[in-house]
């Protein structure tokens, strides 16, 4: 059933909704001259004027975000929790101390949902209880036109039905699920807006009447592209709360909530929102239409390539072949009919390390770790715990080297070296990959160790490089490791 205003869960949080943006839209150093753009936002002509902020300035941010309806009480011992848990959420230092850190952080404009962990004002999982919506725009903004403004919200819905089972349609009169609109200072929802930067956007979650609800401050300067804010990064945000997503504390994420450019060109959405649109909705629906692959087709390139005991498994788009060199396999099977509990989707990079008789799967920022057919507790992790910094989005290839027992990855033209045994990086990475394998000029689509020998593809070519020559000795077709 869809959530009402008159539900008590719902009311109680659009109560507490209401009387936190209220308090931050009146805090005077949330204006235009006090409120610093990220890097990337600002633009040409407009003054950044730094103040200090006195302990009530501080409380009316932090009482913004960071409280729990009527459970925190104002006082020096609750502010101090409240800026420990934004220290937290930021992955910042100061452990309660107002550094120049948290100040700076704290002036950036951002959505004005709370920031507080696990949606204490969207009680429980709320989502949308059928899987095809329909929005409206209800009024456009002046910074652009019509069309353009359009298009934004289409892209912007686009980014999370391409990962779901959900369908947007847009209509053009009446109520729809998700109403769109754009307004200033007090706008119809005892939401004030606070004027140019601050507060860019505010949404509600999934229900009926302002349930789902999306407004845009008017004040704001909105653009399709790196200047001021763009519409369709601000929006895609937005969108995700109205499906019941809350704020992440990874700062690549889409849902992370303060404002940070990104060139829809270039964009596809985080694999953290993408796990958590999926926790909600499931993922996309398989399609019937997926273009098994050639066994034998001289393009053929791996997407990745694990050895286990001999047998190799081999990765291509969202299927996977078990080859044995005494017996051939059934041929290309579908991922999940082999890994029920693991989504479909193409794999980046495996290896397998015979020592854990665990098999590892790489996508995106995230990878699983599995023994037999399923998936062990407490997977997929992110990237980060093995200790790649943020900026390493995937990874290319990985195999184990048994004599070592080091895992090597490979991400672009860069090596990284795992210490199994002692659960770190190698000191002295990432390097270049031609230090350490002379020969290997091209860009690792997947790799596997066997005997003195390690296998790397590169395109639609195999090369076999030898570890006591320390070079090339051997390019074969790509399609070799399936007994072409």
């Not at 730094?50 to 913004?64: F, G, M, P």
């Not at 609800?213 to 004040?219: A, E, I, R």
């Not at 593809?457 to 570890?467: A, K, M, N, P």
């Amino acid at each position: 059933m869809t959530l009402s205003l008159d539900h008590p869960d719902l009311h109680g949080w659009l109560l507490s909704f209401r009387g936190l943006l209220t308090k931050a839209a009146s805090a005077p150093w949330l204006g235009k001259e006090s409120v610093v753009k990220p890097a990337g936002a600002i633009s040409a002509g407009k003054q950044v004027v730094l103040t200090v902020l006195t302990t009530d300035q501080r409380w009316s941010y932090l009482d913004s975000y960071y409280s729990q309806g009527t459970v925190w009480k104002r006082s020096s011992a609750s502010l101090l929790d409240k800026l420990k848990y934004m220290q937290s959420f930021f992955k910042l230092k100061g452990n309660g101390q107002m550094t120049s850190e948290t100040f700076e952080l704290m002036k950036q404009p951002r959505c004005g949902v709370p920031d507080m962990a696990g949606y204490h004002f969207f009680p429980r999982k709320i989502k949308w209880p059928v899987l095809d919506l329909t929005y409206r725009i209800v009024n456009h903004t002046l910074d652009l036109s019509w069309e353009e403004v359009d298009q934004a919200m289409h892209e912007a819905l686009q980014v999370w039905s391409d990962v779901t089972p959900l369908h947007f349609t847009r209509i053009f009169n009446g109520t729809a699920d998700i109403m769109i609109s754009f307004g200033s200072k007090e706008h119809g929802d005892f939401v004030p807006f606070d004027g140019p930067l601050g507060q860019l956007a505010h949404a509600f979650p999934p229900g009926d009447n302002i349930g789902g609800d999306v407004h845009f401050d008017d004040d704001e300067t909105w653009t399709n592209d790196s200047r001021d804010f763009n519409l369709f990064v601000v929006a895609a945000h937005e969108f995700g709360h109205t499906l019941g997503l809350q704020h992440s504390s990874d700062s690549e994420a889409l849902m992370y909530p303060l404002y940070t450019y990104r060139s829809l060109k270039d964009f596809v959405l985080p694999e953290d929102d993408v796990e958590g649109i999926q926790a909600l909705y499931g993922p996309k629906k398989k399609t019937s239409n997926a273009i098994i692959p050639q066994k034998c087709d001289a393009n053929f390139s791996a997407d990745a390539v694990a050895d286990i005991d001999g047998d190799k498994i081999i990765f291509k788009d969202i299927f996977v072949w078990h080859h044995n060199y005494q017996t051939i396999g059934e041929g290309w099977m579908v991922i999940d009919s082999v890994w029920p509990e693991l989504p479909n989707f193409p794999v980046d990079a495996a290896y397998y390390s015979p020592e854990k008789d665990l098999l590892f799967l790489f996508r995106g920022k995230r990878y699983w770790a599995l023994r037999d057919y399923k998936i062990l507790s407490g997977y997929p992790q992110k990237l980060y715990n093995l200790g790649f910094p943020n900026y390493v989005q995937r990874i290319d290839a990985a195999f184990y080297d048994v004599k070592s027992r080091k895992t090597k990855f490979f991400t672009r033209d860069q090596l990284w070296s795992y210490n199994e045994r002692f659960h770190s990086m190698e000191h002295g990475y990432p390097k270049q990959i031609m230090e350490e394998f002379n020969g290997i000029i091209h860009k690792v689509d997947a790799a596997y160790q066997q005997n003195d020998s390690i296998y790397f593809f590169c395109g639609s070519f195999q090369l076999e490089y030898s570890i006591s020559h320390k070079e090339v000795i051997h390019t074969t077709p790509a399609n070799s490791v399936l007994g072409c």
